[in-house]
Structure formats: C-alpha cells, structure tokens
C-alpha cells in the first residue's frame, strides 16, 4: 500500500533553499512566541486586574524604566537581526558569480520559452546541469509575469520592457516544478513547467543535440540583415557608435551622464533609440519597436556581448605594442630606400667632412 504523506515544505535542491527555509524557520518561531507572550499576558492582566465591584479604583503606578527600556531594545534587536539575515541571503541571491552559465527565459501568455547560449531552445522546461551556478535573464512579451521555482526557493517578477535576472545552483539532480506566481490572465493555471537537473555529462550530451544557431550567431545575421552592420562597426562611415566592446563599459550621453551598457541599455537603444542618445552622434536610427520580438533583441545582444573580447584584445596591441610595432616598420621601409642613405651621408658630410679631410 501506497502512503501518501503532505510535506511542510517543498524540497531543497538549490544551495540557496536551506537558508531561505533557516530565516523563515526563525522568523515564525519568532512571531510564535511573541504572539504566545502577548496574548498570554494579556489574558492574564485581564484576569488579576479585573474590576470586582464599580465602586473599585485602580491604586497608584509607578513607571518602570528598566521595562521600558527591555521593551524596545529587545524588539529592536530582534528585528535587526532579521534585517541584517534576510539582507545578507537577498544580496547574495542577488550577486551571480561571474562564472555562471547564462539561459535566457521569455515569458508569453501562457508559456515559459526558454533559449540556450548555443541555440537550443525549450518550451515550459529547463535543463540545468547539477552543481553548476546557472544565471536566468528574463522578460515578458505582454503581461507581468513570475518565475518561480519552489524546490529551490528562487522567485522574480517577468516584467515587459525590461530584463530580470535571477541564479541559481542545483544540488540534487531531478524533476521540479516550475510556477508562474503572478495572475496573468485566463490560463495562469496552466503556466506550468519542469525544470530537469542533470548530471553533468548527461546535459552537455543533452545541450549538443541540437540543429539550432546559437544565439550569438542568430544574432551576427540579424545584424547584417537588418543594416546594423552599415552603422555600427568599425569599418563603416561614421553614422552610430561603433559597437564593439561597448558591452559592459561605461557610455557617455549628449547630456553629460553616464551609464553602463547593460542588456536593458541595449535594448532601449534598439526599441527607442532618442531616448538616450550617445554623445557624438546625432539621432539617425530608426526605432525598432514592434519589428522586431523579444526572442530577436536577446540574440543581437548576445552578439555584441561576443563582441568584447575582440576590442579588448586589439587595444592592449595598440597600447602595448606602438614602440615595437612602430619601430621596425619605419625602419624597414625607408632602409632600402635611397633617401635615408642620401639622407645619412649627408649629415656625416655636412658636420664631418672638413674633420675627416684634415685626418685624410
């Protein structure tokens, strides 16, 4: 026979649940006592220092400032050890190491559609490989919509017109269930997924079969078949910022302010692209709100993220190597010419022929 049981809480399988179930175990023993405590005292003051009789007057009392002070410090303490916990668990929540694989996550009325770096895309499912720390960017093509997974105790609103991020890092391979968590319409019920955590072997099997571009390529020929490329490189005349390596680096604007070119920079400047305008270059670009999809925007700008490594690699060789570059090439060009022997022999005769004929 068959037993079934209703667990107190989902189960843990992301390096993140025990502490999130930890604060919140403390949280409610905290509020347990002292609702226990109040009301217990109350009951109890209601009890002793009942009215007996109307003629009965309360007698005199003295304040307490020992109390008083207990009340509000112990509180106050209390409550900063909660802030300064759950603060520390939401930064770190918050903060993805820098060696997290990125999955991209669109939210549609009522579906989860989920891209991979090498293409490989999903519908209401994610794969993720065990122990590896795995970094969402999200958004939605219409409504508000949440992610969240229980089993490992992450949750962020989808929001439409702009990117959420969220990680996370599985530490039992398995099946989990994946909820929208905010109301987006008639069939949020059934905004419903899995998410798959697999050995690590078995996923890169899982992730190498696929036909799929990856999102950088998708994205290199939307950015030649759309014209970008006319605008926005560096062999092209000067119309747009040149695109290379802005990704991540700080970006000056015609008002003076700066910013860093971030996924949500990106794609405002793709959607609206006067709303902030790069300081140098007037307001030539076309906005591409309504041309182009949210899956789209997601593969140019994983594009221009392989971009950086280009730029950072060419300018060390510019910065690095103008003396030994620069150097040879002079020197290898005018040597075989004659102009740098006439020009040798004549300040050797010019400062030394009247010395070297007297020596003569």
Same mark, same amino acid.
């Given at each position: 026979m068959q037993s079934s049981t209703v667990p107190l809480f989902p189960e843990? %399988? /992301?390096?993140?649940?025990l502490q999130v179930d930890l604060l919140y175990l403390f949280l409610t023993a905290v509020s347990a006592f002292f609702t226990i405590l109040v009301s217990g005292i109350i009951i109890f003051f209601a009890i002793k220092y009942r009215r007996r009789s109307d003629a009965e007057r309360p007698p005199m009392?003295? %304040? @307490?400032l020992l109390l008083e002070i207990t009340w509000i410090v112990v509180p106050l303490a209390i409550s900063f050890v909660m802030f300064i916990w759950g603060a520390a668990i939401f930064f770190k929540m918050a903060s993805p190491p820098k060696e997290a694989m990125d999955i991209y996550v669109t939210g549609k009325q009522w579906m989860w559609k989920i891209q991979h770096v090498n293409g490989h895309r999903e519908i209401n499912e994610l794969h993720v490989p065990l122990g590896k720390p795995v970094r969402l960017t999200m958004t939605s093509e219409d409504v508000l919509h949440s992610?969240?997974?229980?089993?490992f105790r992450i949750k962020a609103d989808v929001i439409p017109g702009s990117y959420s991020k969220m990680w996370f890092q599985a530490t039992k391979p398995g099946k989990y269930h994946l909820f929208c968590a905010e109301y987006c319409g008639t069939k949020h019920s059934g905004m419903i997924g899995s998410v798959i955590v697999m050995e690590q072997s078995e996923y890169d099997a899982w992730l190498g079969n696929t036909k799929d571009s990856s999102l950088a390529e998708a994205g290199q020929k939307l950015f030649k078949t759309?014209? =970008?490329? @006319? =605008?926005? /490189?560096?062999?092209?005349d000067i119309k747009g910022p040149n695109l290379e390596g802005i990704y991540g680096k700080q970006v000056r604007l015609q008002d003076g302010n700066t910013l860093i070119a971030d996924e949500r920079y990106l794609r405002e400047s793709l959607l609206v692209p006067n709303a902030k305008l790069t300081e140098g270059f007037p307001a030539n670009m076309p906005a591409y709100q309504? &041309?182009?999809? !949210? !899956?789209?925007? &997601?593969? &140019?700008? /994983?594009y221009m993220r392989t971009l950086t490594p280009v730029v950072t690699s060419n300018t060390p060789s510019k910065a690095s190597t103008p003396v030994t570059q620069a150097t040879p090439k002079p020197e290898a060009t005018p040597a075989p010419k004659p102009p740098a022997n006439s020009a040798t022999t004549e300040s050797k005769p010019s400062g030394s022929t009247p010395k070297s004929e007297p020596a003569k």
């Open positions: 843990q %399988a /992301s390096s993140f649940a009392t003295v %304040a @307490n992610f969240y997974i229980p089993a759309m014209g =970008c490329v @006319n =605008c926005h /490189s560096a062999q092209s309504g &041309l182009i999809t !949210e !899956e789209q925007i &997601l593969q &140019l700008i /994983s």
